[in-house]
C-alpha cells in the first residue's frame, strides 16, 4: 500500500482525507494488510471449513399450533396499540 494507492482508493471512493488523516490511514491499512498476509500463511490445506468454532446444535423447539396468544396479556406493557397491533414510529420516508 503506497500513497498513490490510498490516492485512488479515495478518488474512487469519494473520499476527501486530509494529509493527518491520509498517512494515519495508510498506516492503518498497511497494517491491516500485514494481518491478512500472515492469515494467508497458515497451512490450511488439510482442514476442513467450519461454519461455527463450536461443535454443537441448535436447541430448537417442536413447532406447534398455539390456539391462544394472550395478545392482550402481552399487548398491556405496549406503549400504544390499535386494534390488537403495536403502533411504532415511522421510520421509512416515502
Known amino acids: 500500500m503506497d500513497d498513490a494507492t490510498l490516492a485512488r482508493l479515495g478518488h474512487l ?18 497494517t491491516i494488510l500485514r494481518f491478512v498476509d500472515e492469515i494467508k500463511s497458515v497451512p490450511t490445506k488439510d482442514v476442513e471449513p467450519l ?5 454443537t446444535v441448535q ?3 417442536n413447532d406447534s399450533v398455539i390456539d ?6 402481552y399487548q398491556q406493557v405496549a406503549s400504544q396499540t390499535v386494534d390488537g397491533f403495536y403502533v411504532v414510529p415511522k421510520v421509512i420516508d416515502s
Open 68 to 73: 391462544d396468544i394472550e395478545r392482550d396479556k
Open 51 to 55: 461454519a461455527h468454532p463450536l461443535d
Open 13 to 30: 471512493s469519494r473520499i476527501l482525507l486530509k494529509d493527518e488523516e491520509q498517512a494515519a490511514l495508510l498506516q492503518d491499512l498497511r
Open 59 to 61: 436447541a430448537l423447539r
